[in-house]
């Protein structure tokens, strides 16, 4: 089981990483769409969203849910421990949605700087604190 500690450490790491994208990216688009009429500061933010996404937020996902699956396969027996677990993977399934809607908003923001308000962008970057909280409050304090 030394094997499967390792996996979890780096998928705690990997779910870190993902997370600090999922915190920042939604400001970005929030000073994005305050800014819209600054074209020398989008077009920077819209650099800083790209490299966010792509080269942070996508990897650290995969990370996430292959070290996640390959400790599921390692111990089958965990779905066994509660309804816990299950509760998990739905709040990790939403917040896969939230994943792709992020780079969904980033492409839609690069034609129209003025997508959505920022009251409606900052509502919408509390969305992956709340999942966290419940993801977290399954793991260690399993619930039922």
Do not use: C
Not at 59 to 80: D, E, H, K, Q
């Amino acid at each position: 089981m030394a094997f499967y500690t390792w996996i979890l450490a780096f998928h705690v790491m990997s779910f870190v990483s993902w997370m600090a994208m999922l915190f920042y990216l939604p400001r970005l688009f929030i000073y994005h769409r305050e800014n819209a009429d600054n074209k020398s500061f989008t077009d920077i933010v819209e650099i800083q969203e790209y490299k966010l996404f792509k080269y942070i937020g996508v990897p650290a996902m995969w990370a996430t849910l292959f070290s996640g699956l390959a400790m599921i396969y390692l111990n089958t027996g965990i779905f066994s421990s509660g309804g816990w677990m299950h509760a998990k993977l739905v709040l990790v399934a939403f917040l896969i949605t939230y994943h792709f809607s992020l780079g969904n908003i980033r492409k839609i923001m690069l034609e129209n700087p003025h997508y959505k308000t920022s009251k409606y962008l900052r509502i919408y970057n509390e969305v992956p604190t709340l999942l966290m909280i419940f993801i977290v409050i399954m793991v260690v304090v399993k619930p039922f």
